[in-house]
């Protein structure tokens, strides 16, 4: 059994280096498309596959995001993963609390084959905002330190999402898809994934301007990417934002993301733990396939559509491209 995940990124210069050594103390093949970065993102990705041949750099082209492009990258390097491997969503800021590998040794049960994350928000707040912009703390410096220990404050999302499931050959990942048709037995337990979108002020005013950009194009994304100030997410020692307060956009005005209250974390501790199990399946229905799915999945497998090889995602024009590099912070 072995572990390999697809990542599509963006301008992540800042914190790719440290999520690939993450990802490196354990898994065992991490395939990466590059969405056209602006920054020295593909170049460290490059350095890293010199060095490792689990990182594999599949390609850098400016296409408009959607969130279905790992599809693309599952279907080029299918041929390299086993049935029973465990296939994960990855994304350059996200950090896994427990191990996977440990995770589902420790947590799943024997049918158990699709796993949902628990996200852990980490948040920027006004004080450190203040803390930059007056000087007391300078970006480049503070970016040499690790993620966790620059950002501390975290607040615990309600939304879950899928991110892993076990291969099968014949499954099926259209280009219409975000995940697998019939990816697996859902597991009640989620896995702790901390999260920082929001690092310091220059990287949230670049990630802003580039999500902002790509809505105005019909990126497919959620509606917290049509938020254009950075500032609205900025969070008070209560853990509210003014985005949250006036405008129900960007975090806020997603279903469980920007809940609860803020809490801080000291690293090498636990997080706090959110039993809510409003993804899984009702008793009846998850009886039933416990029984069917070993038997039923070959059936709906084969009958599903499979991924499109002539599909061409729609691509950044060039003027926006290059208006993007020029308007860079």
Known sequence: MRFHGLMVLRDEADIIAQNLEHLLQWIDGVYILDLGS???TWEIVQDFARRDKRVVPFK????LFNDNLRGTVFDQYR??????????????DEFYHIPPPQF?????????SALWLQWYYFRLTKSEVDAYESGKMDIVTDRQRPIEDRRRFYKISEYPEPRMFRYRRRMKWPETSSFPFNA??????????????????????TRFRLRSKMMSLNAHAGSHWKLGDWREEIVDEQGISESSLRTKRGLSGEKGIDTGPLYFWEPGTELRELHQRKFIAPARQR????????????VLDARRQPYDRSF??????????????????
């Open 184 to 205: 697996g037995f859902v597991s009640r337990a989620r896995i702790p994934i901390r999260h920082y979108p929001h690092r310091d002020p220059l990287q949230m005013q």
């Open 79 to 92: 041929d390299r993963f086993d049935p029973g491997d465990w296939i994960m969503r990855l994304d350059a």
């Open 60 to 63: 850098q082209m400016p296409i």
């Open 287 to 298: 009886i039933m396939q416990r029984m069917i799915h070993p038997l039923l999945l070959p």
């Open 104 to 112: 589902v040794r420790e947590r799943l049960r024997p049918l158990d």
């Open 38 to 40: 602006t920054d020295q």
């Open 312 to 329: 061409q995602h729609p691509m950044l024009p060039d003027e926006v491209q290059q208006a993007l590099k020029a308007e860079k912070p």
